[in-house]
């Protein structure tokens, strides 16, 4: 994921960071400068960087750099903005990419394959319809959402729905939050891998680190889905970036309640005016009506237990608006908005046929959706990590990397 770095140069953004191990003075990332967690890859390392190395080297990534200069600052608040300076910074750090090759898979993202065979680089992106969702703490001990299979093609699904049902299985397996990139942003508070602690029981800084570390992987997972969708990649160029700006606050909430984000216990959800000094108490109430409407709405989501092939289904319910204005084939929007629907009705019927009333119940989530308005979301999980930067040109990085 890249973004437009900042002008700002900060001091030391390309200078080794320095392992403070005095008494009582935890080594630095040699990365970031963040707090390291213990050595990963031959260097002091914080959970986010090792994480994003290992992701890197395993599945063989290339980056680009959008500024193009390939200087751009690599610390801790400017870490997820240029992904090709982050993964030269760490090579220059002295990460070793052999480490990773001869590292033990771990025992969360191991996974039987029907053929009985290994798949290395990209190639694990194209599991069929593995586990869509990522193995993270899960409400009340309760397993957060099961496996589903989507139907075949000899089932309810009529033949010209198959393909695009099969389109949305494939980009939900392309753009999935590994379990990887999830325990990555785990806050460690002891070098033992073993025994991680949630980020979010506390609003410590490291545990917002986490959560907005997170957020913008999901981000950027949900712009990837999208243009995964050949339905969508179809479309005039003008009505995706249109489509996917009116969507895009949306498919994150969509995203994050998917792979068990604990939203509703995360310290981000205070609302910022709760602290800010001078707020008005309308102002304040309007906050925290929209926090806990949001929590409510997870909420209603985990009593459902909505599964991988519905999460699927509900995403392109709310990517493909055809009454969106500006759309320039509204039309073939709208048949597209309409397959969906069809489509999750006739999940709900094959995979749940003792919940007759399922099918309306999951659309009545998607206007809750909304009720937290995209500034809303912008301004508690991606101020601190884009700063001032217009969520549409974020969004137009994204899409064209």
Request: net charge positive; glycine share 6%.
């Amino acid at each position: 994921m890249a973004v437009a770095a900042s002008k700002k140069e900060s001091p030391g953004r390309w200078g080794l960071g320095e392992e403070q191990t005095g008494a009582g003075r935890q080594p630095q990332c040699r990365v970031c400068g963040d707090s390291s967690s213990g050595k990963h890859y031959g260097i002091y390392a914080c959970n986010g960087c090792s994480g994003f190395f290992k992701r890197s080297v395993r599945r063989r990534l290339i980056y680009r750099c959008q500024v193009g200069a390939g200087m751009c600052p690599v610390d801790k608040a400017h870490r997820n903005q240029c992904q090709a300076c982050r993964l030269r910074k760490c090579l220059q750090a002295g990460m070793n990419q052999d480490a990773v090759q001869n590292e033990r898979q771990p025992r969360s993202t191991a996974q039987v394959r029907p053929d009985g065979t290994e798949s290395n680089g990209e190639s694990q992106t194209e599991t069929p319809v593995a586990p869509l969702v990522a193995a993270g703490p899960s409400p009340r001990g309760r397993t957060p959402v099961s496996a589903a299979r989507a139907p075949g093609p000899g089932t309810l699904t009529p033949p010209g729905h198959h393909h695009f049902m099969a389109s949305l299985i494939k980009a939900e397996a392309c753009a999935k939050l590994e379990p990887e990139d999830a325990d990555e942003n785990i806050d460690v508070t002891s070098n033992d891998p073993e025994c991680p602690s949630s980020p979010y029981s506390s609003p410590s800084p490291r545990g917002l680190d986490s959560v907005h570390e997170t957020s913008a992987r999901l981000l950027f997972l949900a712009v990837k889905w999208a243009k995964s969708l050949p339905v969508f990649s179809k479309l005039p160029f003008r009505d995706q970036v249109i489509l996917l700006e009116e969507a895009w606050s949306e498919l994150f909430l969509l995203g994050a309640i998917q792979c068990s984000l604990p939203l509703d216990s995360c310290p981000l959800l205070a609302p910022p005016e709760a602290v800010a000094a001078g707020s008005s108490q309308s102002r304040l109430a309007l906050a925290s009506g929209e926090m806990r409407f949001l929590q409510e709405t997870i909420s209603r989501f985990r009593a459902l237990a909505v599964d991988p092939t519905e999460f699927a289904c509900m995403k392109a319910l709310v990517l493909f608006k055809p009454e969106t204005q500006g759309l320039k084939d509204p039309e073939h929007v709208e048949a597209l908005q309409d397959q969906s629907q069809v489509m999750l009705s006739q999940h709900c019927e094959a995979h749940h046929p003792r919940q007759p009333m399922r099918f309306g119940k999951l659309l009545l989530l998607l206007p809750s959706l909304r009720f937290v308005t995209s500034e809303r979301v912008e301004l508690l999980f991606f101020r601190k990590t884009i700063g001032n930067t217009p969520m549409e040109k974020l969004l137009c990085d994204m899409f064209k990397n």
